[in-house]
């Protein structure tokens, strides 16, 4: 099956600095990939979807100078953590699409996640 | 807008017992349901889905009918076993142009031997 692969794995970084999250479809274009964040004992929380060659589409407060997205090829979205705080300390996963030609199968491929710890 | 509603759990259940984690959902138009699971150390994967009322998906054992009339897509397993503890995410996705999907809180399950 599809497979969505997402790097690093953990992080701990000080507090102010950036931090760069990457999501890459492995074997599969992905034109639009989403970016969500996962508090503890909550649900996923849909930050922004990310298009290939254009802006991306934040959720309703979600700061778009704080989470930098680039979807810079069909199987590269980037999110970066700007100027990071305790505060964004959490667990981040992206998704991608997969479209089977002429049809949408809707279903999501999911990354491994990251846990982002900034001290 | 779109919600999905679902037990928090945690659901600790004897192995081969029966399983019932209960959805439901609220959404304009005709959305499609999934459940997607998520194992320890591990991103999320696509469980089983439907995309109209009345359908049944089905996978690895487990069961889940759109029940448009009762808004749910109840997740049900006859016998579960150790290697189903696992964190469940009932999950729909709107019809139309921009298909957002909408996740639950998610459900803990943990079977015991």
């Known amino acids: 099956g599809a497979v969505v692969s997402q790097h690093p794995s953990r992080v701990i970084c000080k507090s102010g600095t950036s931090v760069k999250i990457e999501c890459r479809s492995l074997d599969f274009q992905a034109t639009t990939m989403f970016w969500y964040r996962q508090f503890p004992k909550q649900s996923l929380m849909l930050m922004a979807t990310?298009?290939?060659?254009?802006?991306?589409?934040?959720e309703q407060g979600v700061e778009k100078d704080k989470f930098l997205i680039n979807h810079a090829s069909l199987t590269l979205s980037t999110l970066t953590v700007t100027s990071a705080h305790p505060e964004d300390s959490s667990f981040y996963i992206c998704?991608?699409?997969?479209?089977?030609?002429?049809?949408?199968?809707?279903?999501?491929?999911f990354g491994e996640g990251s846990r982002l710890t900034v001290l | 807008g779109n919600s999905v509603t679902q037990m928090e759990g945690p659901v600790t259940l004897s192995e081969e017992a029966f399983l019932t984690i209960n959805c439901t959902y609220t959404?304009?138009?005709?959305?499609?349901l999934f459940w997607y699971v998520q194992y320890p150390g591990e991103g999320l994967q696509l469980l089983l889905k439907a995309t109209k009322a009345d359908d049944k998906g089905s996978n690895k054992g487990f069961e889940a009918t759109y029940r448009k009339e009762t808004t749910s897509f109840h997740l049900e397993k006859g016998s579960v076993q150790v290697s189903d503890s696992a964190v469940y995410f009932c999950?729909?996705?709107?019809?139309?142009?921009?298909?957002?999907?909408?996740f639950g809180i998610g459900t803990k399950l943990q079977v015991i031997p």
């Open positions: 999950a729909l996705m709107n019809s139309g142009g921009y298909q957002k999907v909408t």
């Open positions: 959404a304009t138009g005709y959305p499609s």
């Open positions: 990310s298009n290939e060659g254009s802006k991306a589409t934040y």
């Open positions: 998704s991608a699409r997969a479209w089977a030609e002429g049809a949408n199968t809707g279903e999501l491929f």
